[in-house]
Antibody
Framework: QVQLVQSGAEVKKPGSSVKVSCKAS????????INWVRQAPGQGLEWMGG????????NYAQKFQGRVTITADESTSTAYMELSSLRSEDTAVYYC???????????????WGQGTLVTVSS | EIVLTQSPGTLSLSPGERATLSCRAS???????LAWYQQKPGQAPRLLIY???SRATGIPDRFSGSGSGTDFTLTISRLEPEDFAVYYC?????????FGQGTRLEIK
């Protein structure tokens, strides 16, 4: 059974950065894309980007280009999402989600982490 | 970017009734790349349907998906109390991956 366990809630100041982790267990980590999706309070889902750990390079939504960095550590089966230059509009629950098939970004998301609330406030 | 528009925004039905949720895309989506998710309050989304019509593992057969091109539908044949939630469609055939704004299914 695949499990994705994310790091805990964060409170950040505007202009700072946050780094959220997502540790996978069960299944294969390296070949399935790990995606990051965020959800502002009371709002819908927004894809930020993803990474296939064995390839190492990430695919980002243009909206977040230059502000988000997604990485993965195969040795610990952990993916990371770092968002910089935080503003109040970045307050959201951030989810990691695994692609349901190996080797491609263009796959539905079959397993999700529990979510990490990031609050940006002065 | 492919924009997905879901309708209705809110659907009020009773247990035992049939629910029909719509997802319309701004440009054609290969049916291989259309999914539906269910989200309950305080929980992560759960994959229901992928490839427009394939049920994910463990999903009851009262959930079915159909459609092609720009028009897709999620049908719940007989609503159970646990089905009242928010439903999102997603296209994953082109970058950026996008989601619809959601349909809230509430108890009438």
């Amino acid at each position: 059974q695949v499990q994705l366990v994310q790091s805990g809630a964060e409170v950040k100041k505007p202009g700072s950065s946050v780094k959220v982790s997502c540790k996978a267990s069960g299944g294969t980590f390296s070949r399935n894309a790990i995606n990051w999706v965020r959800q502002a309070p009371g709002q819908g889902l927004e894809w930020m980007g993803g990474i296939i750990p064995i390839f190492g390079t990430a695919n980002y939504a243009q909206k977040f280009q230059g502000r988000v960095t997604i990485t993965a550590d195969e040795s610990t089966s952990t993916a990371y999402m770092e968002l910089s230059s935080l503003r109040s509009e970045d307050t959201a629950v951030y989810y990691c989600a695994r692609a349901g098939r190996a080797g491609s970004y263009f796959v539905s998301f079959d397993y999700w982490g529990q979510g990490t609330l990031v609050t940006v406030s002065s | 970017e492919i924009v997905l528009t879901q309708s209705p925004g809110t659907l009020s039905l009773s247990p035992g009734e049939r629910a029909t949720l719509s997802c319309r895309a701004s440009q054609s989506v290969s049916s291989t790349y259309l999914a539906w998710y269910q989200q309950k309050p305080g929980q992560a989304p759960r994959l229901l349907i992928y490839g427009a019509s394939s049920r994910a593992t463990g999903i009851p057969d009262r959930f079915s998906g159909s459609g092609s091109g720009t028009d897709f539908t999620l049908t719940i044949s007989r609503l159970e109390p646990e089905d009242f939630a928010v439903y999102y469609c997603q296209q994953y055939g082109s970058s950026p991956i996008t989601f619809g704004q959601g349909t809230r299914l509430e108890i009438k």
